[in-house]
């Protein structure tokens, strides 16, 4: 299985600044990458696809990059709805896996 | 717009089944793959498998081969997800999701159910 590692397990910012979250792969899963945030109480929402393809709906601030092993989700001016935890996903092989996530914090 | 319904909450007794019940609407179901990820408290995302509503076929993670079963019915455009011979560690909200490209397998989730809050304590 493809273990998928994300850092850092917390992020600590401020509205306004840019956050970088990174997403690590065990092995290549070519662009087959998805990032998903997660309020509390609330089920993930789709935010990247194809590892850099914005969602429908989700704005522009949200970027991701990446291919094989190495991804990276930039937010580039936290909003204070911006605070939650983000997963990264994998779905190359099966089983489909999840980072751990990180919890981006005010 | 495109919804996925999950049933409400359930309490069971170590041993007992689950089953999990998750409504589409605003789509054709027969088009996508329809997956089942849980949470347990306070932790991440974990895939359970998928099930194809155009033909039944399912497929399940190997941690949960013998005791899951994934099935549909598109009459009532509801697919259902059980899981036998539960553990105090099987407590977590558990999530219907809809692969995001149509006929695709390889593919991520773009609509999520509400959640079903399943918890096992004797």
């Known amino acids: 299985e493809i273990v998928m590692t994300q850092s850092p397990a917390t992020l600590s910012m401020s509205p306004g600044e840019r956050a970088t979250l990174s997403c690590r792969a065990s092995q290549s899963v070519s662009t087959k990458l998805a990032w998903f945030q997660q309020k509390p109480g609330q089920p993930p929402r789709l935010l990247i696809y194809g590892a850099s393809t914005r969602a429908t709906g989700i704005p522009a601030r949200f970027s991701g990059s990446g291919s094989g092993t190495e991804f990276t989700l930039s937010i580039s001016s936290l909003q204070s709805e911006d605070f939650a935890v983000f997963y990264c996903q994998q779905y190359n092989n099966w089983p489909y896996t999840f980072g751990q996530g990180t919890k981006l914090e005010i | 717009q495109v919804q996925l319904l999950q049933s409400g909450a359930e309490v069971k007794k170590p041993g007992a089944s689950m089953k999990v019940s998750c409504k589409a609407s605003g789509y054709s179901i027969t088009g996508y793959y329809l997956h089942w990820v849980r949470q347990a408290p306070g932790q991440g995302l974990e895939w359970m498998g998928w099930i194809n509503p155009n033909n039944g076929g399912p497929n399940y993670a190997q941690k949960f081969q013998g005791r899951v079963t994934m099935t549909s019915d598109t009459s009532i455009t509801t697919i259902y997800m059980e899981l036998s011979r539960l553990r105090s560690d099987d407590t977590a909200v558990y999530y219907c999701?809809?692969?995001?490209?149509?006929?695709?397998?390889?593919?991520?989730?773009?609509?999520w159910g509400q959640g079903t809050m399943v918890t096992v304590s004797s």
């Open positions: 999701a809809k692969g995001r490209s149509r006929y695709e397998i390889w593919e991520t989730f773009d609509i």
